[in-house]
């Protein structure tokens, strides 16, 4: 091996040592509060991994001060604004198991409910006519259930009444969802689902706008069985509460808006 072979392999070892170096943590050896306060920095600069990194620094290295209860707290709170909602139902988690009793409980309750809550953007809606309602009610199911335990365990906090605005706009799409599915079973021909679906509605969603369609399928169901008496008893409720019900007219489906652009294709 000649001597210039030589001195290429060690030069070539040398910049493989180097590049291999540990990266240099810049943040040991800070304080709780060094950690905290710059992670509250990133936070306001909306630098979500930077943040997170810090807090998980106060949390890992500083777990039973006082600082390890709020980065937990904003940790959840980053994660979710990182759109990262999995591991923040995985920070409010270890928090509640954690700190049953602690003062900001009732934030966290608020937190959980906002992570699963997703109301559509109306210009959005309008374009593709998604509806919310139409989707997986597993997530509206999880907000309802925060926001609920939080207007009743904590009825004076100062989350519990946009909470509650919450709830009522949950409360009309998980019904809407629940009459979207009894639609499939009834057209699919499987009118007795569809009248237990429907049902579900009028019981367990009193004064929603939708239980006017929900009854208007149990009649069409109760006609398709053959059901003449409970068809006729639902009419009578559909009609006495609904008086001239739209759908008389238009059916199940609703009238189509010819001037949306994606009805054009």
């Known amino acids: 091996m000649t001597r210039g072979t030589l001195v290429l392999i060690a030069v070539a070892l040398i910049a493989g040592c180097s ?62 604004k990182d759109d990262d909602p999995e591991q923040a139902l995985a920070a409010i988690s270890r928090f509640q198991q954690q700190y049953p009793n602690h003062p900001g ?43 609920n335990d939080l207007i009743k365990r904590y009825p004076k906090s100062r989350y519990t009444e946009d909470a509650k605005k ?29 009248i237990n679906r429907a049902q579900k509605v009028i019981t367990d969603f009193q004064g929603v706008a939708i239980a006017e369609k929900a009854l208007y399928i149990m009649v069409l169901s109760y006609d398709k069985l053959g059901m003449t008496q409970a068809r006729d008893d639902v009419k009578r409720v559909l009609d006495k509460n609904f008086p001239n019900s739209k759908y008389y007219k238009q059916g199940l489906d609703k009238p189509v808006n010819n001037w949306n652009p994606i009805n054009w294709l």
């Not at 240099?24 to 600069?45: F, I, N």
């Not at 409980?105 to 409910?113: A, E, F, H, Q, V």
């Not at 953007?121 to 593709?128: E, H, K």
């Not at 499939?184 to 569809?194: F, M, P, S, T």
């Open 19 to 80: 590049a291999f170096k540990p990266e240099v943590d810049k943040t040991a050896g800070w304080s709780a509060d060094r950690l905290y306060k710059d992670a509250h920095s990133e936070m306001s600069d909306s630098n979500w991994k930077d943040a997170r990194t810090r807090l998980e620094a106060v949390e890992s290295r500083y777990p039973f001060g006082i600082y390890a209860q709020q980065a937990l707290v904003d940790l959840a709170y980053v994660n979710w």
């Open 166 to 194: 919450r709830v009522t706009w949950l409360v009309s799409t998980i019904a809407e969802n629940e009459t979207h599915v009894a639609q499939y079973y009834y057209e699919r021909g499987a009118y007795v689902a569809a």
């Open 105 to 147: 409980t009732d934030y966290m309750l608020y937190l959980k409910g906002l992570v699963t809550f997703t109301p559509p953007s109306a210009a959005f809606s309008n374009i593709t006519r998604q509806d919310p309602s139409e989707r997986d009610p597993k997530g509206l199911r999880q907000s309802y259930e925060s926001f």
